[in-house]
Structures are given as C-alpha cells and as structure tokens.
C-alpha cells in the first residue's frame, strides 16, 4: 500500500512537471517501468487510488444533488473539555482514540470492490448523494480488494496548506468561507466534480458500519488497520487506557499546532465493539464514545485598531489589531472579526480590554469585550480606492461592500493572471502578496509591479516579508523586464486572447506591438483563430482610454526582446491541427522548442492524448509507452520527429 501510494505520488509530479512546467524529472523509460510497477501492483491488490495515473475520472455536471435517506441515524457524540472526563468514561476498558476532523462527514459504499455510493451526512437522518465528486477526492480508492458490500464513514476534508491556496481562487467565496470547513463544505457539494478535484479533498476513514464475512476479533482497532490494508486513509489513532489516557491527549494537543488539517477536538470510542454497543444511546448520543473538545487558551490584551480589509468580491472585512498576546506556543497581534454586526455585538472601541482566544487552538478571535467603550462607526469610504462604502444585511447579519466597480482589490485576479507564468513569469508573486500590496495601495496598475522598490523600507518591515523576500521577488520582477510581445497580450488578460492567440496575433503582425494594437478589425480576423468576437474584444480593450494608459505605462518598463520577423509562417499542413509531443527530441534544444514552433505555424500542443489529438509526435513510435498505447487505441496518427519536419516542410 505504501508503494502504490509513493508510486501515485512519484508519477503524478513528473506528470505535473513534464505537461504543465515543461521539465523533466525522469526519463520515459523511468516513468513507464514506475508506471508498470504501479499498474501490477493494482491489480495485485486490487486497490486504485483516485489520483492514479492509471485512471481517467471523467469529469460530470450535475444539475442538482439527489438526497437519501440513512439507512441508520447518524448521531452526534457527547462532548467534554476534561481529560479526567475521558479516563471515567473508559472505567477500565480500552479505548481508541482519534482525531475529530473538522470537515464534512461522509458515508461511502462500495460493492464488488467499486465505490458504488457516496452520501454526506446532512442532517444526520438524510443526506446528498456526492458519488461523482466522492470518486475525484484526492486519495480515495476507487477499487478495493474487498468485494462484498463495504460501508464506511469518514472525514472529507481540505488541508490548512490547500486551503490558503484555493481559497484566495474562488470566485464567488465571499464570507461563507472563513475557514478549510466551509471551503470543503462547498467543495464537496459541488455540481460540477472538475471543481472537486480542483480543490484537493481529503478523505479520512473513522468507523467501519457494515464489511460481513470479515473476522475483527470484536476490535475496533482491528476494524481500523483492516480498512488501512483495503487503501483506505484512517484517522490518526491510538489504543489507550484509563492509566495513558491524558499522555496521549497532551500528544495529540502538541501535534494539533504543527498539523496540516483541520481538527476541532478528538474522538474517543470502546476498541470492544460489542461492549458499546450493548451500553446502547440516550435521545441524543449513542455510548459508546465521547468527544474531546479543546479547552481555549485565553488572554487579555488592548484594541488598538480595526482595520478594514477590501477584496476583490467587494466586501471589507474588519480585522482586530492589538497588543502582541502569546496564545498556544505563538504570537497573535490580530483577528478577523467577520462583519460589522460582530463589532456591533461586541461594542468594540479603540483601547478597550479584549480577551482572545484560538478557536480549534488555530484560528485567532476575541472572545469577549471587558471594557466595551462602544462601536462607533463603519468608514464610509473604501480604504482601497477611496469610493464610497454601503452596508447589506445577509442572513440577518450586515456586511460592509465597496460598491465601485473598478475598485483595485477587484483586480487581484487581474494581476495574478499577469504575473502567471504563461504570461510575466514574475516567481514568488502569489495572489496573497498581491492581494497585500494591492490593499496597502502600491499597486494600482500594470506598471506599479515594477516600481514596488519605491516601497523598500515598508514591505522589509512587514510582517511575512523581510529583506530576502524582498530581494528575491525584485530579482524575478528584474527578470521579467525583457519578455516577448505574446507574454505581454497575453497578460493583459483580454477576454478570448489565450495564449496561443496571442502568439498568433504577434507572429501576424511581425511582433510589432504598434502595428498589432492599432490594426483594425478585418485585420485582425484575418489572422487564423481570431474570429469576430475575439477580434472586438481586443479592439474595444484599447479603445478605453483607462486600458490603453495603463498599457502605454506598462511598455515603459518592459524591453521586448527581438525576433526575426517572418522566420516562421503559419504552415496548411500544421494550422488547426493539435499535436502531442513524448519523448526525446533531436532536432530541437527541448520540446518546448518544438511546442513553440507548432504553435507559431498555427497548431496546438496539448499534453495528453484524446480523440481530438491529430498527430502524437515520439522518435520512438514503437514504444510501449502509455502515450503510443493511447494513440493506437484512437487511431490517431504517430509520427517521428523527421516526418513532422517534412510536413511542416522544414528543412533541419
């Protein structure tokens, strides 16, 4: 199991690094022998993982989540914040214990050794049916070699790494997602799976409901390691008794606060399965467990200001900031506070007497307000843009919005496309630091990102950054100054200029940006893939007097590196046809080379091979590679390197 894992692991990030990042990690040979290992282990074992390079998910748009019925309640535990609690509660008995994830619980079924069923837990008595978006959860085993019908639940759940990541990418967030829960939440009720797996959930079992035939010698342990050998992730769990049950929470309390997912406390329940079950339920919690909740760490401190937060979907959020407090090993100077009506419910005023505390010993908030001197009032101006500011009430609560369409923190997305690495290629910029320097208002267009050194002194001193920081993201903006004209259209993020339009632009007009923003609309459409919409959209983007000033701006800090004009024609033989490139080439520096060259003569490199593939490009065209294997099944056609250059009619 381990192996298959390492396996996935390996194959998937030389996969990444190959089609998405244009290197190589291993050679072919490499990749084919680890992807026939993989292949003979599952089928050894008979477990597929759902992130195996082995298997394509097929992606699937719902247009609502059907709801079903438990075929048992699923109740919530008993809860205490007492560890003398936990050792009564055992009475002499071994116990199992775990973490409580914070996600979203789910019930898988499996029969004849497929997943078969997902469902959430919704209320506890009938919950949604998630089966598309269950089979594209990161590490879920879509076969196992279990073949009876297999019930289990478990935790889905988004990391705090992917988190910070994926939050800052969805669109319509707004306030609901506050935390890895929500986010997880919403990703796993999602209609369209290819979000799903886009967001990198989790999935953790916790109980074994139904495996007949299997002997677990009345162990809940046991159940546990049975599940771990089917390929299934299982929580994090002990075996503990009265004597080491409070050494082994002091470990869990240790670990929680260098822990990458989110846990809101742990789980404690009887390794003798039938022991509780005989001790049966009260109206509201079943026996034979009891849940753990952290006990919060608290400390006093002053308000010293609430500063307002704009992001790109408009609203501001109010952020506490006060005297440095020490909380769970750390230093905490500041909370999220979530709306205006908290402010108000709390009557926070500048030097009150706070009390703060880390919910689930991560996430900082106040707890109370001692003094409270009074919430005086919301800014009625943005702090971003300077716009007014109005209040709207969501679910009984208000919420402060910028209502200025071209409001700076809008553009964050603006400016995350711009410096990706298919357009600036600006390393180390993500969309959080933007985000900052955006909110502290050093960047208010395309130019600003060039001449952030005029802010030197402050962005050394913030907190996050430092002089290395600094350094090396000044070094890559330095880096990006000299780039091609496609990278710069394509930057600008244009509605329909792709990358691979933009190239086209630029090639069609020589790469002389003047000549190309000035074209007209014939012009323009007559450059292959540019239609009526597209080539309207580019010329309404230059007739706005705003774009075309930020642009102009822009050209002043770049330096376009020179090409020779008219080297390379758009070819009949290669226009509109899509290519895969595998392999070593020889007649090119790299494939890259050789990507670049198809796309300039009209044509398009994908990295894996479908029934829209024209040509799959390989020296080796009687491998046995996956690629070649695809290919075949197709019947799309493999050529060598030579015979691409004699269809493209290129002489090498």
Same mark, same amino acid.
């Given at each position: 199991?381990?192996?298959?894992?390492?396996?996935?692991?390996?194959?998937?990030?030389?996969?990444?690094?190959?089609?998405?990042?244009?290197?190589?990690?291993?050679?072919?040979?490499?990749?084919?022998?680890?992807?026939?290992?993989?292949?003979?282990?599952?089928?050894?074992?008979?477990?597929?993982?759902?992130n195996s390079p082995t298997i394509n998910v097929g992606y699937e748009?719902?247009?609502?989540?059907?709801?079903?019925?438990?075929?048992?309640?699923?109740?919530?535990?008993?809860?205490?914040?007492?560890?003398?609690?936990?050792?009564?509660?055992?009475?002499?008995?071994?116990?199992?214990?775990?973490? #409580?994830?914070?996600?979203?619980?789910?019930?898988?079924?499996?029969?004849?050794?497929?997943?078969?069923?997902?469902?959430?837990?919704?209320?506890?008595?009938?919950?949604?049916?998630?089966?598309?978006?269950?089979?594209?959860?990161?590490?879920?085993?879509?076969?196992?070699?279990?073949?009876?019908?297999?019930?289990?639940?478990?935790?889905?759940?988004?990391?705090?790494?992917?988190?910070?990541?994926?939050?800052?990418? /969805?669109?319509?967030?707004?306030?609901?997602?506050?935390?890895?829960?929500?986010?997880?939440?919403?990703?796993?009720?999602?209609?369209?799976?290819?979000?799903?797996?886009?967001?990198?959930?989790?999935?953790?079992?916790?109980?074994?409901?139904?495996?007949?035939?299997?002997?677990?010698?009345?162990?809940?342990?046991?159940?546990?390691?049975?599940?771990?050998?089917?390929?299934?992730?299982?929580?994090?769990?002990?075996?503990?008794?009265?004597?080491?049950?409070?050494?082994?929470?002091?470990?869990?309390?240790?670990?929680?606060?260098?822990?990458?997912?989110?846990?809101?406390?742990?789980?404690?329940?009887?390794?003798?399965?039938?022991?509780?079950?005989?001790?049966?339920?009260?109206?509201?919690?079943?026996?034979?467990?009891?849940?753990?909740?952290?006990?919060?760490?608290?400390?006093?401190? &002053?308000?010293?200001?609430?500063?307002?937060?704009?992001?790109?979907?408009?609203?501001?959020?109010?952020?506490?900031?006060?005297?440095?407090?020490?909380?769970?090993?750390?230093?905490?100077?500041?909370?999220?506070?979530?709306?205006?009506?908290?402010?108000?419910?709390?009557?926070?005023?500048?030097?009150?007497?706070?009390?703060?505390?880390?919910?689930?010993?991560?996430?900082?908030? /106040?707890?109370?307000?001692? &003094?409270?001197?009074?919430?005086?009032?919301?800014?009625?101006?943005?702090?971003?843009?300077?716009?007014?500011?109005?209040?709207?009430?969501?679910?009984?609560?208000?919420?402060?919005?910028?209502?200025?369409?071209?409001?700076?923190?809008?553009?964050?997305?603006?400016?995350?496309?711009?410096?990706?690495?298919?357009?600036?290629?600006?390393?180390?910029?993500?969309?959080?630091?933007?985000?900052?320097?955006?909110?502290?208002?050093?960047?208010?267009?395309?130019?600003?990102?060039?001449?952030?050194?005029?802010?030197?002194?402050?962005?050394?001193?913030?907190?996050?950054?430092?002089?290395?920081?600094?350094?090396?993201?000044?070094?890559?903006?330095?880096?990006?100054?000299?780039?091609?004209?496609?990278?710069?259209?394509?930057?600008?993020?244009?509605?329909?200029?792709?990358?691979?339009?933009?190239?086209?632009?630029?090639?069609?007009?020589?790469?002389?940006?003047?000549?190309?923003?000035?074209?007209?609309?014939?012009?323009?459409?007559?450059?292959?893939?540019?239609?009526?919409?597209?080539?309207?959209?580019? /010329?309404?983007?230059?007739?706005?007097?705003?774009?075309?000033?930020?642009?102009?701006?822009?050209?002043?800090?770049?330096?376009? #590196?020179?090409?020779?004009?008219?080297?390379?024609?758009?070819?009949?033989?290669?226009?509109?046809? &899509?290519?895969?490139?595998?392999?070593?080439?020889?007649?090119?520096?790299?494939?890259?080379?050789?990507?670049?060259?198809?796309?300039?003569?009209?044509?398009?490199?994908?990295?894996?091979?479908?029934?829209?593939?024209?040509?799959?490009?390989?020296?080796?065209?009687?491998?046995?590679?996956?690629k070649n294997k695809k290919a075949k099944e197709l019947s799309v056609?493999?050529?060598?390197?030579?015979?691409?250059?004699?269809?493209?009619?290129?002489?090498?």
């Amino acid at each position: 199991m381990e192996r298959i894992k390492e396996l996935t692991d390996l194959l998937n990030k030389a996969s990444k690094a190959y089609y998405q990042d244009g290197n190589e990690i291993m050679s072919n040979f490499e990749y084919d022998k680890l992807y026939d290992e993989l292949v003979a282990l599952e089928k050894e074992t008979g477990i597929v993982l759902a992130n195996s390079p082995t298997i394509n998910v097929g992606y699937e748009v719902l247009s609502e989540l059907p709801k079903e019925k438990h075929d048992s309640p699923m109740l919530s535990l008993d809860k205490t914040k007492e560890v003398s609690a936990l050792a009564d509660f055992l009475n002499g008995h071994e116990g199992v214990i775990s973490w #409580k994830l914070d996600g979203l619980t789910v019930v898988l079924t499996y029969k004849d050794g497929k997943l078969f069923k997902a469902v959430t837990r919704g209320n506890g008595e009938v919950g949604e049916v998630i089966t598309n978006n269950a089979k594209v959860f990161k590490n879920i085993p879509l076969s196992i070699p279990y073949k009876s019908e297999l019930v289990i639940r478990g935790e889905a759940v988004i990391k705090y790494s992917d988190f910070e990541n994926i939050n800052e990418e /969805i669109e319509d967030v707004s306030a609901k997602y506050k935390n890895p829960r929500n986010l997880c939440s919403g990703s796993v009720r999602q209609l369209n799976n290819q979000i799903t797996a886009e967001r990198n959930v989790n999935f953790f079992a916790f109980a074994l409901i139904k495996a007949d035939g299997v002997e677990f010698e009345n162990s809940v342990l046991k159940q546990m390691k049975w599940l771990s050998e089917q390929g299934f992730e299982v929580v994090e769990h002990y075996l503990v008794n009265s004597e080491n049950i409070e050494k082994k929470v002091e470990y869990f309390s240790e670990a929680i606060k260098i822990n990458d997912f989110p846990s809101d406390g742990l789980v404690l329940v009887f390794d003798d399965i039938e022991y509780g079950l005989s001790l049966g339920r009260t109206a509201k919690f079943p026996r034979n467990g009891i849940a753990f909740k952290w006990k919060d760490e608290t400390a006093k401190t &002053t308000l010293k200001e609430i500063f307002w937060s704009a992001s790109r979907t408009g609203l501001i959020n109010p952020v506490a900031i006060f005297e440095p407090v020490e909380l769970e090993g750390t230093t905490v100077t500041r909370a999220s506070i979530h709306n205006v009506s908290i402010c108000e419910g709390l009557e926070l005023g500048i030097g009150d007497e706070i009390e703060v505390f880390k919910a689930n010993m991560i996430i900082p908030q /106040i707890a109370s307000n001692i &003094t409270k001197s009074g919430f005086k009032s919301v800014p009625e101006k943005c702090p971003v843009c300077g716009e007014n500011t109005v209040i709207k009430e969501d679910n009984g609560f208000k919420f402060l919005y910028c209502v200025n369409k071209g409001c700076p923190a809008k553009e964050i997305k603006k400016y995350t496309h711009f410096v990706g690495r298919n357009a600036m290629n600006i390393d180390g910029m993500s969309e959080e630091t933007l985000e900052k320097f955006v909110d502290s208002g050093y960047i208010k267009e395309f130019a600003d990102i060039y001449k952030l050194n005029r802010y030197e002194d402050e962005i050394v001193n913030t907190k996050g950054f430092g002089r290395k920081s600094f350094d090396n993201f000044i070094n890559a903006i330095d880096n990006s100054r000299e780039t091609e004209c496609y990278r710069i259209i394509f930057g600008l993020g244009i509605a329909g200029i792709g990358q691979t339009n933009a190239k086209m632009l630029c090639n069609a007009f020589d790469n002389d940006l003047n000549k190309l923003i000035n074209a007209n609309k014939e012009e323009l459409m007559n450059v292959e893939g540019v239609g009526e919409v597209i080539a309207d959209a580019f /010329i309404n983007y230059f007739k706005d007097e705003k774009n075309l000033l930020e642009y102009n701006n822009l050209l002043n800090e770049l330096k376009i #590196k020179k090409e020779e004009v008219g080297e390379t024609k758009v070819n009949e033989n290669v226009i509109g046809k &899509t290519f895969v490139i595998t392999g070593s080439v020889n007649h090119f520096a790299n494939r890259n080379e050789l990507k670049d060259l198809i796309e300039k003569m009209g044509g398009k490199v994908t990295g894996s091979v479908t029934k829209n593939t024209d040509y799959l490009i390989n020296n080796d065209s009687m491998s046995s590679s996956s690629k070649n294997k695809k290919a075949k099944e197709l019947s799309v056609s493999i050529i060598t390197e030579e015979e691409f250059l004699k269809l493209a009619d290129i002489e090498r």
